[in-house]
């Protein structure tokens, strides 16, 4: 067993349990239905790409893999499914706050063969200071960053427990100028519709103001957002020099999802259009009626945005973010 392993090992030992998960933080449960999760964003079966394309982006930027990965905020087993296949450390503590959510993942996350040993604890991400300094090579995140309260102590808290040459790698965040786009035009579908001579139903008035609504209340700074559930929104060289002033050292791909660097290397991000009506659809669940309303009618504006990044990626609306640990880093 590499020292790794055994200092991973020595201190999962002195963890207290609770019903059968390691127990780093209490049980904070998800503020929807975690059993409803999967449906409401059209996932149907776990696929291993996003794991898969998750180990593939490490190993391409020189990641050391040799000590154990962390995920934070599993949800359903999104990405745990992929990951507890491909990473080639030797354990994997995989995290949520919801012990709800971590059994649905380990239900899914099935009893096959894997690369690496499995461990489950309930953790909220505020608590992550507690955890030892230079722990783990990878801290994995997917749409779990925008959860967190504190965005800059959770930031110097994984660069703490990384070890040298190790990396937080989150994907499924949401870009700032991205959604503040998506968010003017919402406040132009009321105006176009009725143009159109389209009446509005009052459900669909109601979906509106809570779409243009929420996307404010992500963005603006100035509120205390402890009781949400979701959070905030982020600018790449924010993260940038967040990151810089733990060591660690940031590489952004927008619009990309963890899928994209496995096998068939497509990119699974098609344009802003697509995006704004499937954010719509699984989002903010508007139904098959308003969105055919909204795709006909506001199709200048959203062709027009198309047509601005038809030879480059853009409008940043989520992406990968990789800060890889410099070897020389102190914790
Ligand atoms: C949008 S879901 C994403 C779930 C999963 N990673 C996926 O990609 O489907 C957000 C996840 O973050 C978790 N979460 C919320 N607040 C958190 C916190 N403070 N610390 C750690 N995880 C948190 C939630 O319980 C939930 O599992």
Known sequence: MSSASSKFTA???TLPKWHGLLQLSPDRPYMHAEEDYDSQYGVTAM??????G???LLATHGVDTTGPALEIG???GYLTFGLARNYPGPDFLVTDPSQAFLRLTQRHVGNDAYTARRHFAVLNADDLGQLPSEMFSVIAMRSTLHHILNVEAFIAASARTLRPGGALVMGAEPCEYGYVLMGALGQTIAPVLAAAGVELEAAWKKQLGNFVDTIRFYCRRDI???TAEDKHLFNPHELGELGAAHGLQLKFFPNATFGDFAPPFQAEFVSFSIFFLNYL???MLFDAEFLKHISRHLKPQLKYIDDCYRSHVGPAI????????TADAAS
């Open 74 to 76: 599993c949800g359903t």
């Open 281 to 283: 659809k699984y989002c």
């Open 318 to 325: 989520t992406g990968v973010f990789l800060l890889k640990k």
């Open 224 to 226: 205390d957002k402890t």
């Open 11 to 13: 201190w999962v030992e």
């Open 47 to 52: 696929e291993p790409a996003d794991g898969e």
């Open 54 to 56: 998750l180990c593939r």
